[in-house]
């Protein structure tokens, strides 16, 4: 939702005397990884506690005129006569063997329900990371040698477009163009490459955004590095100097903040599969939500919480393996 | 906007001294151009949401079903009366978006109020105690990351039921870590400057140090974070609305409209298209204000 950590491109780590042994890196690894499952235990918990706070959904449930009767029967087949807390380690029991126990409105367990619906998201995800990439690495790399000029005012208008514009309003005027007035893509469905463009470009607006502002602030700075002038002495011409020695070091900071941005980037999936009726993890979650099937409701939280965990480990790791002077920084 | 701590005029040269006082950031302001635009853009919107009964032609809520989906004044079939033309029941949308002011707004603003005392209070003990503490309370913003703030918004909502209030508090609840972490780092380059030190030798209270002499050096950069984030809550509280699940159907927001307007693309696009002007509008507005603002404070750190 904020696009406020983004700003800030993290700073170029600094290097340290001690060599990198791999003792140390396991024992970094280890850490990062009881820290996730710290994350992911404390999520689960706020997901347990707030879904039973809203009051108790038997009477949701049921009609209005069901007996007394039929509501002690429901409670018991759904375990809510238990204590708050026998029901509490029961739930975390299922997760240690990933039962996330059965929807209450589909009836079937909630893991086949997430796994039916994940591939739609995944598509979507990775169609928009691909649309991101296309245009935020040469829109980046263009403002950032062209810094000042032209070029970069352009750029960075649309990035502060992009950034201020929501993912819904975006999608709808994308179908107002280009379903309702020109005709030429679907406004909604799912399944053919027609049907992807407009909710990948929705779901990628924010992100390149994100992305070429970012790259542009942090190759502006590797620009001015001294391996940069050394290579510019000997005789490289200017995209040769970008492509081969500034963008592996400009891309480090962007690694990290887009592994932190992807929190915002599942919101936006939620509101895109809302918009384009994507049937998606997105578009589940709300109708759980509106629908209070709580177990499902946990899934899907716990399921974006994982998601967020897993890349921001991935990309923590993927930092200290590309750039080695991370390694023993900390 | 910058309160001089007391203590830093006599003590040591003021740490930041490029960040001004309040009229010399709005003279800053006003010099950038966009920003002045935007400014203006703010202060018309404001007058939007304060004057709203004044300014609205209708009562944004009376319908007139004989008049339904009637196009904006310039197109055929448009009429005077209704301006930016009428909704699916007949409700002039001109006087809807002018009432949608009211809520984006005050939600943007209680949100960022209330997310920015919770951080500076969580980054000003995080920074100044160190150890323990800070540990805790960072490791805490990390779970707070991890938790999709738009997720947790729409659970809250959906199970404890939907307000303008519901909607502010979570999403001043969900905000606060950009707003801890910079604070904390700023305090933490300030905590051993001599006027801190002195100050903590002549037995000042840990409380007094941070509200006297930390608090004012942190006022410019939350200043620049409250503002992008009165955008971004802005936002969120339409996301909320166009799900269905923020404020309650009866208010006029932007983002339901917007919800209801997509219905209605096919054959009537203004009833989508003036509410998501709107809002972009407005997030935009505040957006390069936040930034102009962020300059003004720290001519250092961006315009790169």
């Known amino acids: 939702m904020s696009a406020l950590t983004l700003d800030q491109p993290p700073a170029p780590a600094k290097s340290t005397t001690r060599r990198p042994d791999r003792a140390g890196l396991l024992r970094e690894v280890a850490k990062r990884l009881v820290t996730a499952l710290f994350v992911l235990l404390c999520t689960a918990t706020v997901a347990f506690f707030l879904v039973r706070l809203s009051g108790d959904p038997v009477k949701i449930l049921l009609p209005p005129d069901a007996t007394a009767e039929q509501e002690q029967v429901l409670r018991h087949s759904l375990g809510l006569d238990q204590s708050l807390f026998a029901q509490y380690l029961d739930y975390l029991r299922g997760l240690l063997h990933l039962d996330f126990g059965d929807s209450l409105v589909y009836g079937q367990p909630v893991g086949e329900i997430l796994a039916d619906r994940l591939p739609a998201?995944?598509?979507?995800?990775?169609?928009?990371?691909?649309?991101?990439?296309?245009?935020?690495?040469?829109?980046?790399i263009l403002a950032a040698m062209r810094r000042g000029r032209g070029t970069d005012n352009t750029v960075m208008t649309g990035v502060l477009l992009g950034q201020s514009t929501p993912p819904f309003w975006v999608g709808i005027l994308l179908i107002l163009v280009f379903a309702v007035w020109l005709r030429a893509l679907p406004a909604s469905g799912y399944g053919t490459l027609a049907n992807l463009v407009l909710p990948a470009v929705t779901l990628a607006v924010y992100s390149?955004?994100?992305?070429a502002r970012l790259l542009r602030s942090s190759l502006i700075d590797v620009l001015s590095c001294d391996h940069i002038r050394s290579a510019r002495a000997k005789g490289f011409g200017p995209l040769q100097v970008v492509l081969r020695?500034?963008?592996?070091?400009?891309?480090?900071?962007?690694?990290?903040?887009?592994?932190?941005?992807?929190?915002?980037?599942l919101g936006g999936a939620i509101l895109t599969e809302r918009v384009f009726s994507w049937p998606g993890v997105g578009q589940l979650t709300v109708e759980a939500i509106s629908n209070r099937d709580f177990p499902l409701v946990q899934a899907t939280v716990l399921f974006f919480a994982a998601t967020f965990v897993v890349v921001n480990l991935l990309v923590d790791l993927s930092y200290s393996f590309l750039d080695p002077r991370v390694r023993t920084s900390r | 906007m910058t309160v001089m701590s007391p203590a830093a005029t006599d003590a040591s040269p003021q740490p930041k001294p490029s960040r001004g006082s309040g009229p010399v950031v709005l003279r800053g302001l006003l010099r950038n151009k966009l920003a002045a635009v935007a400014l203006?853009?703010?202060?018309?919107?404001?007058?939007?949401?304060?004057f709203a009964p004044l300014l609205a032609p209708y009562d944004p809520n009376t319908q007139n079903l004989l008049l339904r989906l009637r196009p904006p004044a310039?197109?055929?079939?448009?009429?005077?009366?209704?301006?930016?033309?009428t909704d699916q029941l007949g409700r002039d949308m001109l006087s809807r978006v002018v009432y949608g002011t009211r809520v984006s707004l005050l939600v943007g603003a209680g949100a960022a109020l209330l997310a920015g005392v919770i951080g500076t209070v969580v980054g000003l003990a995080s920074g100044y105690f160190g150890g323990w503490a800070d540990r805790t309370l960072m490791r805490l913003a990390d779970v707070q990351l991890a938790f999709p703030s738009l997720l947790l918004a729409l659970a809250v909502v959906g199970f404890l039921g939907s307000g303008l209030w519901v909607v502010i508090v979570v999403l001043g609840f969900t905000?606060?870590?950009?707003?801890?972490?910079?604070?904390?780092?700023?305090?933490?380059s300030l905590r051993t400057r001599d006027f801190v030190t002195e100050a903590r030798a002549i037995g000042v209270r840990d409380v007094t140090i941070m509200?006297?002499?930390?608090?004012?050096?942190?006022?410019?950069?939350?200043?620049?974070?409250?503002?992008?984030h009165v955008a971004a809550a802005i936002v969120a509280e339409a996301s909320l609305s166009y799900l269905g699940l923020g404020v309650p159907k009866g208010t006029v927001t932007w983002g339901g409209m917007l919800s209801d307007g997509q219905l209605y693309l096919g054959t009537s696009w203004w009833v989508a298209v003036f509410p998501g002007i709107a809002l972009m509008l407005t997030s935009l507005a505040i957006n390069i204000t936040g930034d102009a603002l962020r300059d003004v404070a720290d001519p250092k750190a961006y315009r790169r």
């Open chain 2, 74 to 85: 310039w197109q055929d079939g448009g009429s005077g009366a209704h301006l930016l033309g």
């Open chain 2, 175 to 188: 905000g606060w870590v950009s707003y801890a972490r910079v604070v904390r780092s700023e305090v933490m």
């Open chain 1, 245 to 265: 020695h500034g963008l592996r070091n400009a891309s480090l900071p962007v690694v990290t903040v887009v592994g932190l941005e992807v929190g915002n980037l």
């Open chain 2, 211 to 228: 509200r006297r002499h930390l608090l004012p050096n942190v006022m410019a950069p939350l200043a620049t974070i409250g503002t992008l």
């Open chain 1, 121 to 140: 998201t995944i598509e979507l995800a990775a169609a928009a990371l691909a649309v991101t990439l296309v245009i935020a690495v040469p829109a980046g």
């Open chain 1, 208 to 211: 390149v955004a994100v992305v």
């Open chain 2, 40 to 50: 203006a853009v703010l202060v018309l919107l404001l007058v939007a949401a304060v």
